[in-house]
């Protein structure tokens, strides 16, 4: 079964730093892998925050939160991560993680497959 398990989710301050895992059931290593997110009211955003590759490890990002998301995979760990730093307020939402049988990957989420269940991000004060 392929599964996904995101954690890391939680309660910061504003200017605050989170480390978000993705843990595959699955060799991970053939996938491209993409965060996205949902905000409180929002539909689920169909632009990944940040993905990449699963040929050259590539990365991309939306202008949001480049300079602060990095977003990284080691496949012996069959793991992504997303490292989240200055965080504010607007980026309160619950993250997923996703995978895309493509070996480039793309910000947009009709290429994933299987998505995990999510974990909260929450930055108040």
């Not at 997110?37 to 480049?66: F, H, M, W």
């Not at 069959?78 to 996703?98: F, R, V, W």
């Amino acid at each position: 079964q392929m599964q996904l398990v995101e954690s890391g989710g939680g309660l910061v301050q504003p200017g605050g730093s989170l480390r978000l895992s993705c843990v595959a059931s699955f060799t991970l290593e053939n996938y491209s892998i993409g965060w996205f997110r949902q905000a409180p009211g929002n539909e689920r955003e169909d632009v990944a925050l940040a993905c990449i590759s699963s040929g050259d490890g590539s990365t991309d990002y939306v202008d949001s939160v480049k300079g602060r998301f990095t977003i990284s995979r080691d496949n012996d760990k069959n793991t992504a991560y997303l490292q989240m730093t200055s965080l504010k307020p607007e980026d309160t939402a619950i993250y997923y993680c996703a995978v895309a049988g493509y070996p480039i990957a793309t910000k947009y989420s009709y290429a994933y497959e299987y998505w995990g269940q999510g974990t909260q991000v929450t930055v108040s004060s």
